[in-house]
């Protein structure tokens, strides 16, 4: 099972940008589809995020789409999430996991999650 670790997150003022990682030990990594998922407080884990495991598709939830990008670099075994034009409504635990889509639904594959990486975006 790949062990994921995410960081970068921070105190940003709205309209900033961020960028989180995702390193993964293990040989496994570059079989994935990698995810991005937040947690809000007193709110479920969503998903924001997904990438397939070549990099060659992405897809993204509503509320991201055009200010964040999710990237991968399997020679270093590492995920990324490049967040623009953040905003207090994306406040939230950031974490990343393998993930599969089912009926244009991503969904995390099961296991422990990694810490997360608190994304705190001030107004």
């Known amino acids: 099972q790949v062990q994921l670790v995410e960081s970068g997150g921070g105190l940003v003022q709205a309209g900033g940008s961020l960028r989180l990682s995702c390193a993964a030990s293990?040989?496994?990594?570059?079989?994935?589809?990698m995810g991005w998922f937040r947690q809000a407080p007193g709110k479920e884990r969503k998903f924001v995020a997904a990438i397939t495991w070549n990099g060659g598709s992405t897809y993204y939830a509503d509320s991201v789409k055009g200010r964040f990008t999710i990237s991968r670099d399997n020679a270093k075994n590492t995920a990324y999430l490049q967040m623009k034009g953040l905003a207090p409504e994306d406040t939230a635990v950031y974490y990343c996991?393998?993930?599969?889509?089912?009926?244009?639904?991503?969904?995390?594959?099961?296991?422990?999650w990694g810490q997360g990486t608190q994304v705190t975006v001030s107004s």
């Open positions: 293990g040989r496994t990594f570059s079989t994935y589809n």
């Open positions: 996991a393998p993930a599969r889509r089912e009926s244009s639904v991503w969904s995390p594959l099961g296991g422990s």
